[in-house]
């Protein structure tokens, strides 16, 4: 135990002194940082204002007027940033909706058009209105021709559907000015229908607005506001987290490896300790060195909800859950890579080998969000018990609304202990052959006659 515990502390700290690690470390936060402080930039850019001319040819004459007001700059942001403010409301805690309103609410506002309506007679000839389209002199711009239906307002039978419009474009307008065109022409109409009906606009504006509260989650233990977009990321973020600690150390184990042995390095190894003692070893440093990742990960993420006052929001044993599962499939995998190393000479060799183990590795980290969507469905219930793709699966299932049942949790668990245990086995084998062996890298077959003769 002497010797193990000496080269896994040689192991933790020759990885966590390099400059590759403290790079591979900080390079995480720092994009995480970047995209935060970047994305809300970018959505917020402010591309030139898109001036213009839009013709209507109102065949009821009483749209033109709502239209118009519609497009006022002043109504159709105020309308944007009620709508925002009913999602906010919907999505996000006090705390954290008073922090992020003022970004939201701007990004979802964002940079509209000046559209100068220019009215044409109802009689109008729409061909000889559909060339003024391609007519830009004198710095005008002519950007869309709006044709209403006779019957867009009045229908013209009973039983019968309003007629709508048709909308006539020029190239240089783009999707952006093309929809806010169309949302304020939605809005112009359904005001006109109204009044033509001798209704009042505000009351039944009133009436069709149904406040969506935050539902609370009633449970044995108390009670809790819910927060579906918090609970939607939740399941992916935790497979974040396990995929990099586990990459880290996996491919530190295989690639220091594979450098030992091309280098003859083990061969001096070999002469003080057993190749049973060198693989503990070397497991348990980068061991450390992914628990060392995962809880500055970890804190980082607690100081985040923090901040924006969602920790509440936080089950404390999804960390304990996290801990033990990445435990689990670390061994797992790093014991994989390792006797993957040890088996080949340079690093282009074991690509073969490796695709299969990232396929595993990759896979449930992709389900991650689709089985946090339907926890306990006959797929997420039959993965739970699968290694090695079982601890990402339990994972998100413990991480969605509806966790499952504490029986599956353990039966998981000790699934995932009896796979690691027979990893352990299997690269010990592996690693006690091939680190002495040289020549043609071997496939899976030949691992697995290693495995049985050693």
Not at 133 to 149: I, P, Y
Not at 234 to 262: A, D, N, R
Not at 298 to 326: D, H, R, T
Not at 330 to 345: D, K, L, P, R, W
Request: hydrophobic residues 55%; without cysteine.
């Amino acid at each position: 135990m002497k010797k193990i515990g000496l080269i896994a502390i040689r192991e933790f700290v020759t990885t966590v002194g390099s400059k590759g690690f403290l790079f591979g470390l900080l390079i995480m936060p720092l994009l995480f940082v970047m995209v935060m402080l970047g994305a809300p930039r970018i959505m917020n850019a402010r591309s030139p204002q898109i001036r213009g001319d839009v013709a209507v040819i109102d065949q009821t004459t009483r749209v033109t007027a709502e239209l118009r007001m519609a497009l006022d700059p002043e109504t159709f942001a105020a309308r944007r940033r009620a709508n925002a403010q009913r999602a906010l409301r919907a999505s996000m805690p006090g705390a954290a909706q008073a922090v992020a309103s003022n970004q939201t609410l701007q990004a979802a506002v964002g940079q509209l058009p000046a559209l100068q309506l220019v009215e044409r007679p109802a009689s109008a000839n729409v061909q000889h209105e559909k060339e003024w389209l391609g007519r830009n002199t004198n710095g005008e711009h002519h950007l869309a021709l709006v044709v209403m239906h006779p019957d867009a307002v009045v229908r013209a039978g009973a039983g019968t559907e309003y007629g709508s419009y048709d909308l006539y474009v020029s190239p240089t307008l783009d999707n952006a000015t093309e929809n806010v065109l169309n949302e304020a022409l939605a809005q112009a109409l359904t005001t006109a229908r109204l009044r033509a009906s001798q209704l009042d606009v505000a009351q039944i504006e009133a009436t069709m607005r149904v406040a969506k509260p935050a539902s609370v989650i009633v449970a044995a233990d108390g009670e809790q506001q819910a927060q579906r977009g918090f609970d939607r990321a939740l399941p992916f973020l935790l497979g974040v987290l396990l995929f990099i600690g586990v990459m880290i150390g996996g491919q530190t184990l295989m690639t220091s490896t594979i450098e030992e042995k091309s280098s003859r390095v083990v061969d001096v190894l070999l002469a003080a300790v057993s190749p049973f003692e060198l693989m503990a070893g070397k497991l348990l440093g980068q061991l450390g060195v992914g628990l060392l990742v995962m809880a500055i990960y970890v804190g980082l993420g607690l100081i985040a909800l923090f901040q924006f006052a969602m920790l509440g929001l936080l089950n404390p044993m999804l960390v304990v859950y996290l801990l033990i599962f990445f435990l689990i499939t670390y061994v797992i995998f790093g014991a994989t890579m390792m006797a993957i190393g040890a088996a080949v000479n340079q690093v282009a060799d074991a690509q073969s080998l490796m695709g299969p183990v990232m396929l595993l590795l990759v896979a449930p980290y992709i389900l991650a969000p689709m089985i946090a969507r339907a926890p306990n469905s006959t797929f997420a219930v039959v993965l739970s018990f699968i290694p090695p793709v079982n601890a990402f699966v339990m994972l998100s299932r413990l991480a969605s609304g509806t966790p499952p049942p504490a029986w599956q949790v353990l039966l998981t668990m000790l699934l995932g202990l009896l796979a690691a245990g027979a990893a352990v086995w299997f690269a010990g084998k592996v690693f006690k052959i091939g680190l002495l062996m040289h020549g043609k890298p071997p496939n899976v077959a030949t691992l697995v006659r290693w495995a049985r003769a050693a």
